[in-house]
């Protein structure tokens, strides 16, 4: 099956991967960085990445965060990106909605990694989600 709505998944997903690198790189950074004796408490049995939160500085945990961001919402836009490609309605509006969403998760990515001032950080969330909401409900009217 070929359909250009699946060109922007596909991105999302590669991106997605790109992020898991850039917050590994960061987080293994900042915890060289410790002390010895917070390493030593790190190490114990059981810590968690979340659990790093409390003793790296604050830049060292935006890449995590969007990485986490990057696992929720755009399951659903991969979900729909599907439907959408199966119903056969994957071009057009769809495909440049699609376009949209990804790069607008792209540019939300980069902001909170690097920046991460608010107000346009919800701004790029905000416009990105208005996007898989129209492609939500163009999947449903595309199977209906």
């Known amino acids: 099956m070929s359909s250009p709505i699946l060109e922007p998944a596909a991105v999302l997903a590669l991106w997605s991967m790109v992020v898991l690198a850039w917050f590994t790189a960061a ?6 960085r410790l002390p010895k004796d917070q390493l030593r408490e790190l190490s114990k049995a059981g810590t ?7 003793v790296l500085p604050e830049r060292a945990n ?7 961001h990057l696992m929720e919402q755009p399951t659903v836009f991969y979900a729909v990106v599907l439907i959408l490609a199966v119903a056969g309605a994957g071009a057009g509006t769809n495909a440049a909605l699609a376009w949209a969403y990804a790069g607008l998760r792209v540019a939300h990515s980069l ?9 346009l950080r919800m701004f790029l969330f905000a416009a990105s989600s208005l996007c898989l909401i129209a ?6 009217r595309a199977t209906l």
């Open 48 to 54: 968690r990445g979340a659990d790093l939160e409390r």
């Open 111 to 119: 902001w909170q990694g690097t920046v991460n001032r608010l107000p």
């Open 27 to 32: 987080r293994f950074a900042a915890v060289s």
């Open 62 to 68: 935006w890449t995590s965060h969007n990485y986490t």
């Open 135 to 140: 492609l939500a409900v163009n999947a449903v």
